[in-house]
């Protein structure tokens, strides 16, 4: 059976089987060395994009932007006092509206409910560019990422310390998906959503993947070859930033912690990083770092979907 992503939406990792992970994974390799062999494909010449930003973004709005004129689209930004949903009018009346000029809608906001309510509404693909729940667009560029520097993602050993926040989530669903040995290590009453952890540990059970959730940093890091961290304080939750410095100071990515992991393991982080809180100069900047591959990545992984998606 032919694998095919046509007219579908993606708003969290779960949405899609190992499959279809495994056709956008392919694509961005083979778009990726086509694109810097000189090809030049425009296959969404002729269509229009909405990208909707109610968080700021420097990475996914750029990397957004730049992936629809590469694939011949027009980018329409509505951000700030311009964005789509913040004239009182309902959510599905704009989602209504956007569809009848624009092929896809990408939507960065807070509650997963507007995304599920817009997906629901609007008759053309609509893609998660974060929300308070999930960020699987960044997900596939570290996939990308990974499986270009390990050449392999089934069997790896992923550690992820820190916030059991959005980029938790999305390597839960990604490393389940993908047959990954996904550790998570949180303070306490920080861990990840209860009801991702179930339903990444039932996707794990049909991948071989492995999940453990649990508050010891060196435990999750020992042996991993890949550890991940985030910031401890995601956007919305600014005013708990100076209480959250006291319960997350155990997990700072730091060279010690590194030193728990296999020899080689590489540091990723989705940017933006807030050094010597959750990182420190000395990881962020060594060899093992490959933080602005995956940005770079965000680009390729989302011109794969975009293109995936719109065929
Ligand atoms: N990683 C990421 O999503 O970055 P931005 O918030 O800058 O878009
Ligand atoms: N967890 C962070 C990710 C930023 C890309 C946030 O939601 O702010």
């Given at each position: 059976m032919t694998t095919t992503l046509a007219g579908r939406d993606l708003l969290?990792?779960?949405?899609?089987s190992p499959a279809e992970i495994r056709l956008v994974l392919d694509t961005a390799h083979s778009q990726k060395a086509a694109w810097a062999a000189g090809e030049r494909d425009v296959?969404?010449?002729g269509m229009a994009i909405a990208l909707i930003f109610e968080k700021p973004s420097v990475r996914t709005r750029v990397s957004f932007e730049v992936a629809c004129a590469r694939l011949g689209a027009t980018p329409v930004v509505l951000s700030g006092s311009?964005?789509?949903?913040?004239?009182?009018?309902t959510v599905a009346d704009t989602a209504r509206v956007l569809e009848r000029y624009c092929e896809a809608i990408v939507l960065r906001t807070f509650e997963q409910a507007k995304l599920d309510e817009v997906a629901r509404t609007a008759r053309v693909p609509v893609v998660n560019s974060l929300s308070d729940d999930h960020h699987p667009c960044q997900g596939l560029a570290d996939l990308l990422t990974i499986e270009e520097h390990?050449?392999?993602?089934?069997g790896v050993k992923l550690a992820y310390v820190g916030d059991g926040n959005n980029m938790a989530h999305t390597y839960l669903h990604g490393g389940a998906l993908t047959g990954m040995d996904v550790r998570i290590a949180t303070p306490p009453?920080?861990?990840?959503s209860t009801s991702v952890v179930e339903e990444a540990t039932a996707i794990a059970a049909t991948t071989g993947a492995r999940i453990a959730v649990g508050h010891d940093a060196a435990a999750a890091v020992e042996g991993a070859d890949i550890v991940a961290t985030d910031t401890w304080?995601?956007?919305?939750q600014e005013d708990e930033h100076a209480e959250r410095l006291r319960a997350f100071a155990p997990f700072r990515v730091d060279e010690t912690l590194m030193s728990?992991?296999?020899?080689g393991a590489l540091f990723i982080h989705c940017l933006p990083a807030h050094r010597g809180e959750e990182v420190t100069d000395e990881v962020i900047e060594s060899?093992?770092?490959v933080v602005f591959d995956q940005a770079e990545n965000r680009m390729h992984a989302q011109k794969a979907l975009l293109s995936l998606l719109l065929s």
């Open positions: 969290t990792l779960s949405d899609f296959p969404l010449t311009d964005s789509a949903f913040s004239r009182g009018e390990l050449g392999r993602l089934e009453g920080f861990e990840p304080a995601s956007m919305g728990c992991g296999a020899g060899e093992c770092s």
